[in-house]
């Protein structure tokens, strides 16, 4: 079971006072009843309006999943098609590469050499 499913949450409504009870939807599942915390009355999960709720929310969920895992393979196979192959062209790159990484450092020791401007007061403007 997939982090999604235990963190996504049903809206169920209270029959007696109307307020909006959210819960997670892997809790809705296995329970019940559910407290309304407005009025203390219980509200059955099994009833035809809650337990519709919870069905829909669990197929866009299921829907919702499916989708994200045809995404995920069709990018793994993508990746697998634009991966570099090993030739020449390659090591030249990397050699040219580790060159670059070496010069921000020259330039860095450069720039601590050159003296810093003295210090401005302003009383004196």
């Not at 509200?43 to 999943?65: G, M």
């Not at 069709?74 to 991966?83: G, N, T, Y």
């Not at 601590?112 to 401007?117: D, F, G, H, K, N």
Request: glycine share 0%.
């Amino acid at each position: 079971m997939s982090k999604i499913m235990k963190d996504t949450h049903v809206y169920i409504p209270c029959p007696a006072c109307g307020k909006t009870e959210r819960v997670k939807l892997k809790w809705a599942e296995k329970h019940k009843s559910l407290k309304c915390a407005k009025c203390k009355k219980s509200v059955d999960l099994r009833a035809a309006p809650s337990k519709d709720l919870i069905a829909r929310t669990a197929t866009a969920l299921a829907s919702f999943e499916k989708t994200l895992d045809t995404l995920h393979a069709e990018a793994k196979k993508f990746a697998k098609a634009i991966k570099p192959k090993n030739d020449k062209k390659n090591k030249k790159m990397s050699k040219s590469k580790k060159a670059a990484k070496k010069r921000p450092a020259r330039t860095a020791a450069r720039r601590a050499a050159v003296p810093a401007l003295p210090p401005v007061d302003p009383a004196s403007l």
